[in-house]
């Protein structure tokens, strides 16, 4: 007879490994099954974030923007380095190893918590009496069965037609995070979040990056102000971004990468790169969930249906993360894990979807919360707008950094804090308080009047709350 538990989460990723640590933490048997695998074969829970994404990216953006700032920042600060060199293999193990530490530890977390991990992959069976079977493919095969089944199966890469990844010369995510040596010239397909991230590294590392977006507009989802802002120091930095390009044909030789495309203008263009990223977006990964079992239903783009709740057509089956609607990041993922728990558990918690903050690891970081200008006066919504720049903050100043600004967007009757858009140093840290502010329904005057440390890059939220009222301190 198989083990029998309250709640199986299929998949170990953010969503899936923090349902299965709340479902426990209020009393449920629960299990988790990952089949992600380390080097030598072993679990390596935590999904595309941690192994190949979040985690090993923002690691790398790390140690090149240590390098970058050793080459063109310390003399500045008096500090001298001679014969300045990177050691791209002993950087590439520090990210395994920063890897590493992240599975190890979600794996302590199960233990501590008493969530039964399976390692292998999961799919649907049958539907039993009072529950559904799950198959379990690993070093052996095994099935358990559950009362309550989470899903919570993440994401691919989406690759380009007629160009499929090889990771070695045409790369995805994961590719892009083993580039053994600094490439000389290196493709980029894509503006997106991974696409700027990668393009940054290896940019800073000494690769000559080029960047094809297929829109006219840069960073179409974020505030066209902030957009602009980041456009140009992306651009000063080195990064070459061309915009409303059309892809014709990708062809992988020996030893480069040939793109032809047409640019904005309709000219036909070749270049030649030694490696290409394609960062396109991700699609949901339902590939061998076996959801006809059972009759789960998806949606068309292979998505799982889901309502408001997480809950799919199914009884007692839910799904989180970027395999259902919504978007895709690691901790809207989260918090629709434990949102599932507590619901099995007959709470009644809510994930506020417009106070999920966005954050792009770049330098400048760009992070926002909320609504953007364009969308404000696309719905016609009357507002108010207050910016604040960061070179008129003391702290950036000190700091040696002073590009970018914080842009508070609020409601022009009611003061309501609609949207918070910034790019510069630390954002992703800084946009925590507008997305407290948010939830809180607080005023631009709520912070306008809150007392900032001095001096801290915190001070230009405040500022540029004051600026909603027109009446900035120190600018």
């Known amino acids: 007879?198989?083990?029998?538990?309250?709640?199986?989460?299929?998949?170990?990723?953010?969503?899936?490994?923090?349902?299965?640590?709340?479902?426990?933490?209020?009393?449920?048997?629960?299990?988790?099954?990952?089949?992600?695998?380390?080097?030598?074969?072993?679990?390596?829970?935590?999904?595309?974030?941690?192994?190949?994404?979040?985690?090993?990216?923002?690691?790398?953006?790390?140690?090149?923007?240590?390098?970058?700032?050793?080459?063109?920042?310390?003399?500045?600060?008096?500090?001298?380095?001679?014969?300045?060199?990177?050691?791209?293999?002993?950087?590439?193990?520090?990210?395994?190893?920063?890897?590493?530490?992240?599975?190890?530890?979600?794996?302590?977390?199960?233990?501590?918590?008493?969530?039964?991990?399976?390692?292998?992959?999961?799919?649907?069976?049958?539907?039993?009496?009072?529950?559904?079977?799950?198959?379990?493919?690993?070093?052996?095969?095994?099935?358990?069965?559950?009362?309550?089944?989470?899903?919570?199966?993440?994401?691919?890469?989406?690759?380009?037609?007629?160009?499929?990844?090889?990771?070695?010369?045409?790369?995805?995510?994961?590719?892009?995070?083993?580039?053994?040596?600094?490439?000389?010239?290196?493709?980029?397909?894509?503006?997106?979040?991974?696409?700027?991230?990668?393009?940054?590294?290896?940019?800073?590392?000494?690769?000559?990056?080029?960047?094809?977006?297929?829109?006219?507009?840069?960073?179409?989802?974020?505030?066209?102000?902030?957009?602009?802002?980041?456009?140009?120091?992306?651009?000063?930095?080195?990064?070459?971004?061309?915009?409303?390009?059309?892809?014709?044909?990708?062809?992988?030789?020996?030893?480069?990468?040939?793109?032809?495309?047409?640019?904005?203008?309709?000219?036909?263009?070749?270049?030649?790169?030694?490696?290409?990223?394609?960062?396109i977006g991700r699609v949901p990964n339902t590939i061998g969930l076996n959801a006809e079992a059972v009759g789960l239903k998806l949606d068309e783009r292979g998505a799982i249906t889901v309502d408001d709740h997480c809950h799919t057509n199914l009884p007692n089956v839910w799904a989180v993360g970027d395999v259902v609607r919504g978007p895709m990041l690691a901790h809207k993922a989260e918090e629709e894990g434990v949102a599932v728990a507590e619901r099995i558990a007959g709470q009644h918690p809510h994930v506020n979807f417009n106070t999920v903050p966005w954050v792009i690891y770049t330098s400048p970081e760009i992070a926002w919360v909320g609504q953007t200008e364009q969308q404000l006066k696309a719905e016609g919504r009357e507002y108010k707008a207050g910016t604040f720049p960061f070179m008129a903050n003391g702290r950036a100043r000190a700091m040696g950094d002073t590009t970018g600004m914080v842009k508070m967007l609020a409601d022009a009757t009611t003061d309501e804090i609609l949207g918070v858009h910034i790019v510069g140093p630390f954002a992703s840290e800084l946009i925590a308080e507008a997305v407290v502010a948010m939830e809180f329904r607080a005023s631009a005057e709520d912070i306008a009047r809150i007392c900032h440390a001095h001096p801290s890059l915190s001070e230009s939220t405040k500022e540029a709350a004051l600026a909603v009222d027109k009446r900035t301190l120190n600018f």
């Open 1 to 279: 007879m198989s083990q029998q538990f309250d709640v199986v989460v299929i998949g170990g990723g953010p969503g899936g490994y923090v349902a299965a640590i709340r479902a426990a933490q209020l009393g449920f048997s629960t299990a988790c099954i990952d089949e992600w695998k380390n080097d030598k074969g072993g679990p390596a829970p935590g999904g595309t974030c941690t192994n190949v994404g979040c985690i090993p990216s923002k690691a790398l953006l790390q140690s090149s923007e240590h390098f970058e700032h050793a080459g063109h920042s310390f003399a500045e600060h008096g500090i001298g380095l001679d014969n300045l060199s990177i050691d791209v293999a002993k950087m590439l193990g520090r990210k395994d190893t920063v890897v590493k530490q992240n599975n190890d530890g979600i794996l302590y977390l199960f233990k501590k918590n008493k969530v039964t991990f399976f390692h292998g992959r999961g799919s649907f069976a049958k539907a039993v009496e009072g529950g559904y079977e799950i198959a379990v493919a690993g070093a052996t095969s095994e099935s358990i069965t559950g009362k309550h089944i989470i899903i919570a199966t993440g994401s691919n890469a989406r690759s380009l037609p007629g160009a499929p990844f090889d990771e070695q010369k045409i790369l995805s995510n994961d590719g892009a995070l083993r580039i053994g040596s600094v490439p000389k010239r290196l493709g980029v397909i894509g503006s997106g979040v991974i696409g700027l991230e990668m393009g940054s590294v290896w940019r800073r590392l000494g690769a000559e990056v080029t960047v094809l977006e297929g829109l006219p507009t840069f960073l179409g989802a974020v505030d066209q102000q902030i957009a602009k802002e980041a456009h140009k120091a992306f651009v000063k930095q080195g990064l070459k971004i061309e915009l409303g390009v059309k892809i014709d044909k990708v062809t992988s030789g020996k030893s480069a990468v040939t793109v032809n495309y047409a640019n904005a203008n309709g000219d036909a263009v070749k270049l030649e790169v030694d490696k290409l990223i394609v960062s």
